[in-house]
C-alpha cells in the first residue's frame, strides 16, 4: 500500500468525525524533508476554523500512532479552484472540464498534458488536446488538477 493511502485510511474517520469530507492525501518526501498535506471539503465551503480542528486532531492521531518516520510538516486545506484529483470517481465529477495531468513516465514522448477530460472508465482517462486524444491509465498518473475557468 502506497504512503499516501496508509495515511488515507488513518486520517479518514478523524475528518469524517467533524462532519467534513477527506478530498485526499498528498505524502511527499525529499530528503530530511517530509510533507503531509490533508485536503478537506465541505458542501458550505471549508473555514479556517476546520483546517485548524483537522490539524490539531491529525497531529495528535499522529503522535500516537507515529506512521511517519522523522519529522515532517502537516498541512491542512481545502481542494481550491484548481483541485487536484485523487480518484476514479473524483475524475468522473469533473468529465468536460479542462485538467492538467502529469504522468510518473513520459506516454508517447510528453509527461505534461493539458486538455479536456472526456472519459472515465476502468482505470482510465481520456484527455482532448489539440484535437488529439489520449488514454491514459490513471495509474501512470502522478499529480492532476482542475484547470479553473473564469468566465
Not at 458550505?44 to 518516520?69: H, M, Y
Not at 513516465?105 to 481520456?126: C, H, N, T, Y
Not at 488514454?135 to 479553473?148: C, D, F, G
Request: hydrophobic residues 35%; glycine residues 6%.
Amino acid at each position: 500500500m502506497k504512503s499516501d493511502e496508509r495515511l488515507e485510511d488513518l486520517v479518514r474517520p478523524v475528518v469524517e468525525a467533524l462532519n467534513l469530507q477527506l478530498w485526499g492525501v498528498e505524502y511527499s518526501s525529499h530528503g530530511r524533508c517530509t510533507v503531509v498535506r490533508i485536503f478537506i471539503d465541505n458542501t458550505e465551503g471549508v473555514k479556517l476554523s476546520d483546517c485548524a480542528s483537522v490539524s490539531r486532531q491529525v497531529g495528535s492521531l499522529f503522535d500516537v500512532e507515529d506512521p511517519i518516520a522523522g519529522e515532517y510538516q502537516l498541512e491542512v486545506s481545502s481542494p481550491g479552484l484548481d483541485r487536484p484529483l485523487f480518484s476514479e470517481d473524483q475524475y468522473s465529477k469533473f468529465v468536460g472540464h479542462e485538467v492538467k495531468v502529469t504522468l510518473r513516465r513520459p506516454f508517447e514522448g510528453r509527461r505534461k498534458f493539458k486538455g479536456l477530460l472526456r472519459a472515465v472508465a476502468d482505470g482510465e482517462i481520456s484527455i482532448v488536446l489539440d484535437e488529439h486524444e489520449y488514454i491514459l491509465p490513471l495509474e501512470s498518473v502522478e499529480k492532476a488538477n482542475i484547470v479553473p475557468q473564469f468566465d
